[in-house]
């Protein structure tokens, strides 16, 4: 049985909202060894004010989990999270992307911090083959012209993907899961990653490294932007990119949306530079600039590419098993900082 240190009583886990695709079954076996709860809030604002209450009113929290659809409760800052200090071990996240979470913070505070392993990985794989065929077979343009009435008429022949190369920047869980998808569609694929996986991960995947990120641009019919954001990785993508990447070229992001500078993606559009781009993900998220929403170059979708029913349950699986693992080895499965 999971219990704390003294023995004195179980370990409180509070989740942030329902978790409506983990089973009642696996709820009622958790809480065998946990005593759980939600913190019931719509918000961000709301969570700042009923957080505090819950503490005080039942006692201090564990664990905390932050389901997936977290949007209207970021940012989740040292002013959202302060409450559970000193007494919380862990927050786990049911999401892969962590941007908005202070995890230097956390880890000050001695927290475990764990996001998703491959809860999205597959959904966010899928939705990155499906806007890379769009952006190729120039699928915004002719729905467009169906929807309007005119028919083809403004419809010019599109590309295969047969034969092109696609490169992959972040070579990941979702990196890996897009790889297999875009070998049956007959492309080659190149990636550029923060390190070369192994011969044999590259054979499993027929992916070629490249040793630098220029090096992907100028080999690359389409760029998938597939990394994490982090300080290296904002605007990692900006004019000087745009320019070495092959006239007429494709790009497609469903990571986050800063990794591109929209600006210079826009001008690399205008220009021709850029074919098409395929977007799931934009800088100042809900808003979507206007060019983006009425461009026929532009296929968008409003950040849902890891929204799927398995995903989610997968999502809320891996949190609750990360809880599980700390208080019964003294070590999360996924944590993305290390506490002494």
């Given at each position: 049985?999971?219990?704390?240190?003294?023995?004195?009583?179980?370990?409180?886990v509070v989740?942030?909202?329902?978790?409506?695709?983990?089973?009642?079954?696996?709820?009622?076996?958790?809480?065998?060894d946990?005593?759980?709860?939600v913190?019931?809030?719509?918000?961000?604002r709301?969570?700042l004010?009923?957080?505090?209450?819950?503490?005080?009113?039942h006692?201090p929290?564990?664990?905390?989990?932050v389901?997936?659809?977290?949007?209207?409760?970021?940012?989740?800052?040292?002013?959202?999270?302060?409450?559970?200090?000193p007494?919380?071990?862990?927050?786990?996240?049911?999401?892969?992307?962590?941007?908005?979470?202070?995890?230097?913070?956390?880890t000050?505070?001695?927290?475990w911090?764990?996001?998703?392993?491959?809860?999205?990985?597959?959904a966010?794989?899928?939705?990155?083959?499906?806007?890379?065929?769009?952006?190729?077979?120039?699928?915004?343009?002719?729905?467009?012209?169906?929807?309007s009435?005119a028919w083809?008429?403004?419809?010019?022949?599109?590309?295969?993907?047969?034969?092109m190369?696609?490169?992959?920047v972040?070579?990941?869980?979702?990196g890996?899961?897009?790889?297999?998808?875009?070998v049956?569609f007959?492309m080659r694929?190149?990636?550029?990653?923060?390190?070369q996986?192994?011969?044999?991960?590259?054979?499993?995947?027929?992916?070629?490294?490249?040793?630098?990120?220029?090096?992907?641009?100028?080999?690359?019919?389409?760029?998938?932007?597939?990394?994490?954001?982090?300080?290296e990785?904002?605007?990692?993508?900006?004019?000087?990119?745009?320019?070495?990447?092959?006239?007429?070229?494709f790009?497609?992001?469903t990571?986050?949306?800063?990794?591109?500078?929209?600006?210079?993606?826009i001008?690399?559009?205008?220009?021709g530079k850029?074919?098409?781009?395929?977007?799931?993900?934009f800088?100042?998220?809900?808003?979507?600039?206007?060019?983006?929403?009425?461009?026929?170059?532009?296929t968008?979708?409003?950040?849902v590419?890891?929204?799927?029913?398995?995903?989610?349950?997968?999502?809320?699986?891996?949190?609750f098993?990360?809880?599980?693992?700390?208080?019964?080895?003294?070590?999360?499965?996924?944590p993305?900082?290390?506490?002494?």
């Amino acid at each position: 049985m999971s219990r704390l240190g003294d023995g004195s009583r179980k370990p409180r886990v509070v989740v942030l909202g329902t978790p409506k695709f983990i089973g009642e079954e696996y709820l009622e076996d958790f809480k065998k060894d946990f005593d759980y709860a939600v913190l019931d809030v719509q918000n961000h604002r709301e969570a700042l004010a009923q957080l505090p209450v819950m503490i005080s009113d039942h006692g201090p929290i564990d664990a905390f989990i932050v389901r997936m659809g977290r949007g209207p409760y970021h940012p989740f800052n040292e002013e959202l999270l302060k409450p559970l200090t000193p007494h919380c071990r862990i927050i786990a996240s049911a999401a892969a992307g962590y941007d908005d979470f202070d995890v230097d913070w956390l880890t000050q505070q001695g927290i475990w911090f764990c996001n998703s392993l491959d809860a999205v990985a597959e959904a966010t794989a899928d939705m990155a083959m499906f806007l890379t065929l769009a952006v190729i077979r120039d699928t915004t343009r002719a729905e467009r012209c169906a929807r309007s009435g005119a028919w083809k008429d403004p419809v010019v022949p599109s590309k295969d993907p047969s034969g092109m190369t696609l490169g992959i920047v972040g070579m990941g869980a979702i990196g890996k899961h897009l790889a297999k998808r875009a070998v049956a569609f007959n492309m080659r694929i190149v990636y550029y990653n923060r390190r070369q996986l192994s011969a044999d991960e590259e054979a499993k995947y027929a992916a070629t490294y490249c040793s630098s990120l220029h090096d992907l641009l100028r080999r690359s019919d389409v760029v998938s932007i597939n990394c994490p954001l982090t300080k290296e990785t904002t605007n990692l993508i900006s004019a000087k990119e745009f320019a070495v990447m092959k006239d007429g070229s494709f790009i497609v992001n469903t990571a986050r949306g800063a990794v591109i500078e929209e600006t210079a993606l826009i001008d690399a559009l205008e220009s021709g530079k850029i074919a098409r781009a395929g977007l799931d993900v934009f800088w100042d998220e809900p808003a979507i600039s206007d060019y983006f929403k009425t461009s026929d170059k532009v296929t968008i979708q409003p950040h849902v590419g890891g929204l799927t029913d398995l995903a989610f349950h997968k999502g809320e699986r891996e949190c609750f098993e990360n809880i599980k693992a700390l208080f019964r080895t003294g070590r999360p499965v996924a944590p993305v900082n290390e506490i002494q």
